[in-house]
């Protein structure tokens, strides 16, 4: 089973600046540049297997996407290669901006 976590819990993780802190959002292109929080990578779901070799030997990757459902589904993917530290970021993009915590527009 996926561990989850909120996305004040994610807030408070990135509030410590901690460069060893893996996170991705797994949203299209498009939808990252609508609005993303800062310093987050974007590799979408489509191309998360892509990704694999690079996220490998990370202790935790943090997965959120815009609601929490292509953020599992990424989990899942990262576990089936071997990646078991995926954590799902629930409630996604939508959450952290319903607590109006800052997004960047734009790449």
């Known amino acids: 089973m996926t561990k989850t976590i909120s ?3 994610l807030n408070d993780i990135l509030s410590k600046n901690d460069p060893h802190v893996i996170c991705i959002d797994v949203r299209t292109p ?4 609508e609005g993303h929080i800062s310093g987050i990578r974007n590799i979408p779901l489509d191309d998360i297997a892509d990704h694999v070799a690079g996220l490998k030997g990370c ?5 959120h996407c815009r609601s929490g459902g292509r953020s599992a589904k990424a989990c899942a993917i990262l576990a089936s290669h071997d990646i078991p530290h995926a954590v799902n970021v629930t409630g996604g993009i939508l959450a952290w901006h319903a607590l109006s915590y800052p997004l960047v527009r734009g790449k």
């Open 30 to 33: 498009k939808e990252y540049r």
């Open 7 to 9: 996305v004040t819990e």
């Open 59 to 63: 202790d935790t990757i943090y997965v």
